[in-house]
């Protein structure tokens, strides 16, 4: 990333905070365009807006599905299951996925539940490599990431980044189930950023 020369120039003349600004603007600047999405990230992200719903209820009951791929019922909810959806909607099924890992390292199996955990879908990211390596508030994020979250207590939180943006003075919006619906705001980011994970790009 280059900084601009009106940057360089008058960080001498600017307090801290003010220099910071300048730099989170020049990071939003320099991020990439939807078009250098991948197909898959473009479709995930065009479907994100289908998915708000704050009539939801926050619901974690253990639920037995019939089928491995198949969804809670669609008025209740958790966090994970807005991330679950979201690949639905692109015909990726995470609990497969989940399932697979979890056979590969020799860990318990239970269908109904396994993938709507945020540290086992978590998992799954990372060992596809879709971890991204967070480098403090001023780490890029961009639509379509999903990141995971640490709340008081070690409880987890899971949520997808709506727009582009830098959690120092530009965090932004997620869509995200707290206990009041699949919404879109901010407030998952009072929350420790604990893993973010990026739908790999194409060079």
């Known amino acids: ?27 939003i600047a320099d991020m990439p365009k939807d078009d250098e999405h991948t197909s898959l990230k473009d479709d995930f992200i065009s479907h ?5 719903d704050p009539s939801i209820i926050y619901d974690g009951s253990y639920r ?21 959806r979201a690949f639905h909607k692109v015909d990726m099924c995470l609990a497969e996925h989940v399932r697979a890992l979890r056979v ?65 003075t530009h965090p932004p919006k997620v869509l995200h189930n707290i206990g009041y619906g699949q919404v879109v705001d901010k407030q998952p980011w009072a929350y420790e950023v604990y893993e973010i994970y990026r739908i790999p790009t194409i060079e």
């Open 1 to 27: 990333m280059d900084l601009s020369t009106n940057a360089q120039e008058t960080s001498e003349d600017l307090d801290g905070s003010a220099f910071i600004d300048i730099l989170v603007e020049q990071i």
């Open 48 to 52: 994100l807006d289908e998915l708000i």
């Open 64 to 84: 037995r599905l019939d089928n491995l791929c198949d969804d809670v019922p669609a008025d209740v909810g958790v966090c994970s299951d807005v991330v679950i």
């Open 104 to 168: 590969t390292q020799g860990l318990p199996i239970d269908r109904h539940i396994d993938h709507r955990r945020v540290r086992n879908i978590g998992a799954l990211f990372t060992a596809e490599g879709w971890s991204v390596k967070y480098k403090g508030k001023l780490t890029p994020i961009y639509k379509g990431d999903i990141i995971w979250f640490k709340m008081p207590g070690n409880l987890d939180h899971i949520a997808i980044a709506m727009e582009d943006g830098v959690q120092y």
